[in-house]
């Protein structure tokens, strides 16, 4: 199979498999919260983030591990793979006896730790331990799943991921419907995922029948290797925790824990809004790389300034209609008593303040593939450092006097400075770009159509409020309509409109006509 076969499969199986997730968690999360309730949602949500911690235990060398399997199996070393292969499964594994331990202890002080409702201090350490020790057990088989990449089949990894995705959410349903709980559900949770890696065991196995795991072949050689290629990467991986997650536990420190629910469901969906541009970003590594390699900057330069137009752009479409439509969204999707709660900012307001960071940060995804593709990871990961740490102070900081709303912009202020401001310059520095140029080729266009977009879209909010999906969805595709218009028009050259809409349909009207003509 082609290259270009290969991505385009990839992609695919992962926008199939990110479909999937969204679905599921768009009829699942209202149903979760209705059936636990504010408080205990919240504590679903603290112990979900407390995991997210875990992956920091690692060291980085999950990351490793996929590098030396992927360069090990294209330079045909079997020995070296399997060194690797028996490393990795050795190490990891002692990380997840790391991780059982510390999520027992988290569970024995968890009344000393956070807020914790009366006569609930019993559930929420059960829950901790159980989805902890599930972390546990995906570190000892964080190898076989790292194969999927090393081969490149990312199909056969989506479907997968899918599958156990779908098993998941009708467990859980069916448990909750059975009055089972928290504790049901961290059960499920922990049963589908030990599903999910036994099954990537297997097949990984079946991908690569040479790869062999002994403790003999463990090598004090490969783990100086992939400790040394993980260290930057495990820094910043530990900051984008640090950003992550670090809400829902300020939250929990400061503040009764169902504050948690609303902020964390607008944080939710505020990330799969940053999944759609990551994914996107994941396209450009490899070819920054190849530009690196051949010493093409020129390329380079040209590659980051019209990439990161379009994608800015993107963000600015997607993250508009978002904001504007969210209060009417959250409404019909969780109820106006769980939207709009009376203690709280309502969900649809920390959802904006939360995405507006996201758009300024998502459209310098294309500046971070390249920092990684020129090398520079001790610079990105000194940036995400900076940023974490920041907003950490900041949510603590702000949250004592402004609540949710503080918290939230402890999260927007750090991305504008650290993402918005301080990355691009560092790039355009890295590739000799002026300031002037950046601001010509990345930033004009844009801010005339999100200037555009204000002034436009604003008629939309004099509506009265939408008590129905279908009168949402009708008004929702209106506006989109009237936003593409406006970004096709405003925020693309002509040139660049007719690239990408004339020559295309050119084209396939041309190939329609073939076929009929034979």
């Given at each position: 199979?082609?290259?270009?076969?290969?991505?385009?499969?990839?992609?695919?199986?992962?926008?199939?498999?990110?479909?999937?997730?969204?679905?599921?968690?768009?009829?699942?999360?209202?149903?979760?919260?209705?059936?636990?309730?504010?408080?205990?949602?919240?504590?679903?949500?603290?112990?979900?983030?407390?995991?997210?911690?875990?992956?920091?235990?690692?060291?980085?060398?999950?990351?490793?591990?996929?590098?030396?399997?992927?360069?090990?199996?294209?330079?045909?070393?079997?020995?070296?793979?399997?060194?690797?292969?028996?490393?990795?499964?050795?190490?990891?594994?002692?990380?997840?006896?790391?991780?059982?331990?510390?999520?027992?202890?988290?569970?024995?002080?968890?009344?000393?730790?956070?807020?914790?409702?009366?006569?609930?201090?019993?559930?929420?350490?059960?829950?901790?331990?159980?989805?902890?020790?599930?972390?546990?057990?995906?570190?000892?088989?964080?190898?076989?799943?790292?194969?999927?990449?090393?081969?490149?089949?990312?199909?056969?990894?989506?479907?997968?991921?899918?599958?156990?995705?779908?098993?998941?959410?009708?467990?859980?349903?069916?448990?909750?419907?059975?009055?089972?709980?928290?504790?049901?559900?961290?059960?499920?949770?922990?049963?589908?995922?030990?599903?999910?890696?036994?099954?990537?065991?297997?097949?990984?196995?079946?991908?690569?029948?040479?790869?062999?795991?002994?403790?003999?072949?463990?090598?004090?050689?490969?783990?100086?290797?992939?400790?040394?290629?993980?260290?930057?990467?495990?820094?910043?991986?530990?900051?984008?925790?640090?950003?992550?997650?670090?809400?829902?536990?300020?939250?929990?420190?400061?503040?009764?824990?169902?504050?948690?629910?609303?902020?964390?469901?607008?944080?939710?969906?505020?990330?799969?809004?940053?999944?759609?541009?990551?994914?996107?970003?994941?396209?450009?590594?490899?070819?920054?790389?190849?530009?690196?390699?051949?010493?093409?900057?020129?390329?380079?330069?040209?590659?980051?300034?019209?990439?990161?137009?379009?994608?800015?752009?993107?963000?600015?479409?997607?993250?508009?209609?978002?904001?504007?439509?969210?209060?009417?969204?959250?409404?019909?999707?969780?109820?106006?008593?769980?939207?709009?709660?009376?203690?709280?900012?309502?969900?649809?307001?920390?959802?904006?303040?939360?995405?507006?960071?996201?758009?300024?940060?998502v459209a310098q995804r294309i500046g971070y593939q390249v920092l990684l593709g020129i090398r520079e990871v001790g610079l990105l990961a000194a940036l995400f450092a900076a940023e974490g740490v920041m907003n950490l102070v900041m949510s603590i900081v702000l949250v004592r006097s402004y609540g949710l709303i503080g918290v939230a912009l402890g999260t927007l202020i750090p991305a504008v400075v650290f993402e918005g401001i301080l990355q691009p310059f560092f790039v355009c520095r890295?590739?000799?770009?002026?300031?002037?140029?950046?601001?010509?080729?990345?930033?004009?266009?844009?801010?005339?159509?999100?200037?555009?977009?204000?002034?436009?879209?604003?008629?939309?909010?004099?509506?009265?409020?939408?008590?129905?999906?279908?009168?949402?969805?009708?008004?929702?595709?209106a506006s989109s309509l009237m936003a593409s218009v406006i970004v096709v028009s405003a925020g693309l050259s002509r040139s660049e409109r007719e690239s990408l809409l004339k020559r295309p349909i050119i084209i396939g009207i041309a190939k329609f006509r073939a076929?009929?003509?034979?």
């Open positions: 199979m082609s290259l270009a076969r290969t991505l385009v499969r990839n992609i695919a199986s992962n926008w199939v498999g990110y479909a999937v997730q969204v679905v599921v968690a768009f009829f699942l999360t209202p149903f979760i919260l209705h059936a636990l309730g504010e408080a205990r949602y919240g504590v679903w949500t603290l112990a979900i983030g407390i995991t997210g911690y875990y992956g920091l235990l690692d060291l980085g060398f999950s990351a490793g591990v996929t590098q030396y399997l992927t360069r090990y199996l294209a330079t045909r070393d079997i020995d070296g793979l399997n060194r690797t292969a028996s490393t990795g499964v050795f190490v990891l594994s002692c990380c997840g006896a790391v991780v059982f331990l510390a999520s027992l202890a988290i569970a024995f002080n968890v009344s000393n730790l956070f807020h914790i409702p009366p006569g609930g201090t019993r559930e929420v350490a059960l829950v901790v331990a159980i989805t902890g020790s599930a972390v546990a057990i995906q570190f000892g088989f964080f190898t076989y799943s790292a194969v999927f990449t090393a081969v490149q089949r990312f199909d056969l990894s989506s479907g997968i991921g899918v599958a156990t995705r779908i098993l998941s959410a009708g467990a859980t349903v069916v448990c909750l419907k059975l009055g089972y709980g928290l504790i049901g559900l961290s059960l499920v949770l922990a049963g589908t995922n030990l599903i999910d890696y036994l099954i990537r065991w297997r097949v990984a196995t079946r991908l690569i029948p040479s790869v062999r795991v002994s403790p003999r072949l463990v090598s004090q050689e490969v783990l100086r290797e992939v400790m040394k290629f993980g260290a930057w990467n495990l820094v910043i991986t530990g900051s984008v925790r640090l950003i992550s997650y670090t809400d829902s536990l300020v939250i929990a420190a400061f503040m009764p824990v169902a504050a948690v629910a609303p902020f964390a469901i607008a944080a939710s969906l505020r990330s799969y809004f940053d999944d759609i541009f990551v994914r996107v970003g994941f396209v450009f590594f490899p070819a920054a790389t190849e530009l690196d390699a051949q010493g093409d900057r020129v390329g380079l330069a040209n590659l980051y300034l019209v990439s990161s137009k379009f994608v800015f752009l993107g963000s600015i479409l997607c993250g508009s209609m978002a904001i504007l439509w969210a209060r009417e969204f959250f409404q019909l999707w969780l109820g106006a008593a769980y939207a709009e709660p009376a203690a709280y900012p309502s969900v649809a307001t920390l959802f904006g303040l939360l995405l507006f960071g996201s758009m300024v940060s890295a590739l000799r770009i002026s300031l002037s140029a950046y601001c010509r080729e990345v930033l004009f266009r844009p801010a005339i159509v999100a200037l555009l977009l204000v002034l436009v879209l604003v008629s939309f909010t004099l509506l009265e409020p939408l008590t129905q999906w279908s009168s949402l969805f009708m008004w929702a595709s076929v009929l003509s034979t």
